[in-house]
């Protein structure tokens, strides 16, 4: 994974923002710009301590309470989700939808990214609804190219 992640910085250079998820570790040995952390990751408070100030942090939250409660640490940005029905996660949280998304921009100014069945038929709704950005996984599969060039009119 560290040669990968190390080899994906090369390849971009400053040209992107890399964010690693869960790993501390390798976000400073693959000089990545950030980390993401879950709820049974390591805290917030913790991960900051081991990437320093100068690195984005970014911590997922699944309700109203943790969004919350992470808005109160250090985190850059928070995800919440997921705003959808997902495949990508074996046993998902509880959907928020689009009330959902509603209520957590009421609770934070940060950043706010939502995950979890996002598509390009339903992200302006959640953008709409006070997300920031939206992460997705599984609509970007089917035809890459296509797919982040209408994610990319859509953002825009």
């Known amino acids: 994974m560290l040669d990968d992640a190390r080899a994906l910085r090369e390849c971009l250079g400053s040209s992107a923002k890399l964010i690693m998820n869960d790993r501390a570790d390798l976000c400073l040995a693959a000089a990545f710009d950030g980390l993401h952390v879950g709820q049974d990751d390591l805290s917030a408070e913790s991960a900051r ?3 320093g100030a100068s690195r984005w942090l970014g911590v997922s939250t699944h309700n109203s309470e943790q969004l919350a409660d992470a808005n109160k640490g250090s985190a850059d940005y928070l995800a919440i989700g997921p705003v959808f029905e997902t495949g990508s996660k074996a046993n998902p949280d509880p959907v ?7 209520r957590a921009r009421g609770l934070t100014r940060k950043p706010m990214v939502a995950i979890g069945g996002i598509t390009r038929a339903n992200a302006r709704a ?3 609804a006070g997300a920031d950005s939206v992460a997705v996984i599984s609509d970007l599969l089917r035809d890459p190219r296509k797919s982040a060039e209408e994610f990319l009119r859509i953002l825009r």
């Open 49 to 51: 301590s081991i990437i």
């Open 96 to 102: 928020v939808g689009i009330e959902g998304v509603r």
């Open 126 to 128: 959640v953008l709409d």
